[in-house]
């Protein structure tokens, strides 16, 4: 009898979600530098760029840090989450996914068990890195932060859906890594993560309202500041749990298609 079929939990989508998160858990664990190389790039660039911002958002009024930490976030829960597929594609390769298979698992247990994993992971790096910026000087605001980081693990969670989604798609990594490398570069130069948009032209600056994640950002940015208005948190929001929920929905039937 298969971990999956034992009947401990009433509630069988939880436990078989349960069962291949601490499988996933155990694996990274493994490699405990798995959190700091996560994190290492936007810290990086929070110790080396974030200097540079100091003069520049102090003459727009307002913390640098406060303005510059959430667009490091936003980077974060993207970046480190669209390339969770990897591992998934390595699992393939190794016939952990066939295994899966043949249980009578949920489909979407599987892809919520390594989705958990994947939320940890961004949480405790959001965690790292928000304690950074409040020792560079960040002002602390507790519910903004909290709202921020909230907004941040959801839309790393739907890069994660999607990641792991496209690496069943395609099933290898040759494939995987430009794509995901050409889709990312212009999310990162247009969401107003590192310089504000209204810096560029107006073409670009019209661009750039249409790419959900530059209101997602804008929306963690206001949250640090402490405005929690609706106006200013909504529309963020509002496409954090759209792109979630498209990107679960993908995952899983990509999963079931894949089981099928």
Request: no cysteine; net charge negative; hydrophobic share 55%.
């Amino acid at each position: 009898m298969t971990e999956f079929q034992q009947p401990v939990l009433k509630s069988g989508f939880f436990r078989e979600s349960m069962v291949v998160f601490n499988r996933q858990l155990r694996m990274n664990l493994r490699n405990p530098a798995w959190v700091l190389i996560g994190v290492m790039q936007p810290i990086l660039y929070l110790v080396l760029f974030g200097p540079l911002l100091e003069p520049l958002i102090e003459e727009l009024g307002g913390n640098a840090y406060n303005w510059f930490v959430p667009g490091m976030l936003v980077q974060l829960g993207i970046f480190g989450a669209m390339f969770a597929g990897f591992s998934l594609i390595g699992e393939w390769r190794e016939g952990v996914i066939e295994a899966e298979r043949v249980t009578p698992a949920s489909r979407g247990a599987l892809l919520f068990g390594r989705l958990y994993r994947d939320l940890l992971q961004i949480l405790v790096q959001a965690i790292i890195l928000v304690a950074l910026g409040l020792l560079m000087g960040m002002d602390f605001k507790p519910v903004g932060i909290l709202v921020g980081i909230a907004i941040t693990v959801m839309i790393g969670g739907a890069g994660a859906a999607a990641s792991n989604a496209f690496a069943l798609l395609v099933k290898s990594e040759d494939v995987m890594a430009p794509v995901t490398n050409m889709l990312l570069m212009p999310i990162l130069l247009l969401s107003g993560i590192f310089l504000p948009m209204s810096f560029g032209a107006a073409w670009l600056e019209t661009l750039a309202d249409v790419i959900p994640t530059k209101h997602i950002v804008d929306a963690v940015r206001a949250s640090f500041f402490g405005d929690l208005g609706v106006a200013d948190i909504g529309w963020g929001l509002g496409w954090t749990v759209a792109l979630f929920g498209l990107a679960v929905w993908w995952g899983i039937s990509t999963f079931r298609k894949e089981n099928a």
